[in-house]
Every structure is written in structure tokens, then in C-alpha cells.
């Protein structure tokens, strides 16, 4: 009596045109997925920017004033002394990171205010990725 026997598994040839097919997609998608990764952190920093300027108005709106340069961003947090009419929960839950890990730079005049991020290079100017990215130019 003979028995038929069952083979289970793949052959070398089906294994390596699986693999050659997943190399082929991950050529074609990945520099589709990385390029959109960096335009997504910079979306995000404008994002910021402009949250953290309204969240400066509303401060200015109760108080009449922007927080120093001195005072910086934390001022939203935790409040200032000359704020006499800060509000209870405060106008950020806390002071945002940049999508690089650097936080977001701040100067004000009393009158005019300037939040930026310095991008991804961390270092001030820059082109592309790298350019810093400033509540000025986002109009």
C-alpha cells in the first residue's frame, strides 16, 4: 500500500518572489511615507504657532498686556504676577514642544508678539526642513 504523501511549505523559488515583491513595494511607498513625515512635523509646528498666539490674545484680551520675553510662554501656564486677571485654568494645559523636541521661542515687546520654532535643524535660519518657522510669516 502507498501512502501520498502531503508536502507543506513553500518552495525556494515562491519565497524568493515573495521577498523580491515586498523589496519592490517598500522602494516604490517608503520615500512617498518619509517625505510626507517632515511636510506633517511642519504642518504641526504652524499648528502650535497659531494656538499658542491665540491662547497670547486671550491672555492680553484679560489682561491688557502680552507676557515679557522674560516671562516667556510659561506665563500662560502658571500665570505672571502682573496678571490680575488670569484665568483659573489657564489658557495652554502646557507649554508645547516643537515636533523636533525643541521648545518654541517667544518675544514680545508689550505690544507685538513673535513665536517661532527654530525647525528641524534646531539652529536658526535654514532652507527647506530646516527653515525656521515664525508666527509672522503665517498669515
Request: hydrophobic content about 40%; proline content about 5%.
Amino acid at each position: 500500500m502507498r501512502r501520498l504523501s502531503l508536502q507543506a511549505g513553500f518552495t525556494l523559488i515562491e519565497i524568493m518572489v515573495v521577498v523580491f515583491i515586498l523589496g519592490l513595494l517598500v522602494t516604490l511607498v517608503a520615500p512617498k511615507i518619509i517625505g510626507k513625515t517632515d511636510q506633517a512635523r511642519v504642518t504641526k509646528a504652524k499648528a502650535d504657532i497659531k494656538a499658542i498666539e491665540e491662547a497670547l490674545n486671550m491672555f492680553k484680551l484679560d489682561n491688557g498686556f502680552y507676557p515679557s520675553s522674560g516671562e516667556g510662554l510659561n506665563a500662560l501656564v502658571q500665570g505672571t504676577p502682573r496678571a490680575k486677571r488670569f484665568a483659573p485654568d489657564g489658557y495652554l494645559p502646557k507649554v508645547p514642544i516643537d515636533p523636533w523636541g525643541n521648545e518654541y521661542l517667544y518675544q514680545s515687546d508689550g505690544r507685538d508678539i513673535v513665536i517661532f520654532s527654530l525647525g528641524a535643524d534646531g539652529v536658526e535660519g535654514g532652507e527647506g526642513y530646516n527653515a525656521d518657522i515664525s508666527s509672522r510669516d503665517l498669515d
